[in-house]
Structures are given as structure tokens and as C-alpha cells.
């Protein structure tokens, strides 16, 4: 979008910036996983454990990781 001749970024979110900062260097490209596929991955490793609550985070940086790394 531009207002007044300058051209505003684009929000960039914490995935994007994960998995930029993994593929820097590499000549493969790789698509930043969405926040949907790490909620529903999230959710897996949730009901794995046995679906105890409170750790939500815990369960979302392991399924970001998990879904990043491959």
C-alpha cells in the first residue's frame, strides 16, 4: 500500500522470521509453515501427551519446531 509516496511493509509474523532465520544460506527455498498448521500440530502433540492443559506454549513451540525443521 502506498499513502503519501511511501510504501508501508508488509507486518511480518514470528513464523516468517523463524524460518527465515533457518534458511539463510541455503539455495532451497523453503514456504514459512502457517499458524494454522502449527495450531493443528499443536493441538496433536496436546492430545498426545493425554490432552492435560497448561501447556499451550510448550505444545505450540514443539509443533512450530517440529513442523520447521522438516
Known sequence: ??????????????????????????????????QDAIRERAFRVYQERGGKDGHDLRDWLRAEH???KH
Open 1 to 34: 500500500m502506498i499513502v503519501s509516496g511511501i510504501k508501508k511493509q508488509p507486518k511480518v509474523n514470528k513464523v516468517d522470521v523463524l524460518v527465515t532465520a533457518q534458511v539463510v544460506g541455503t539455495t532451497t527455498p523453503r514456504i514459512p509453515a502457517s
Open 66 to 68: 517440529q513442523l520447521l
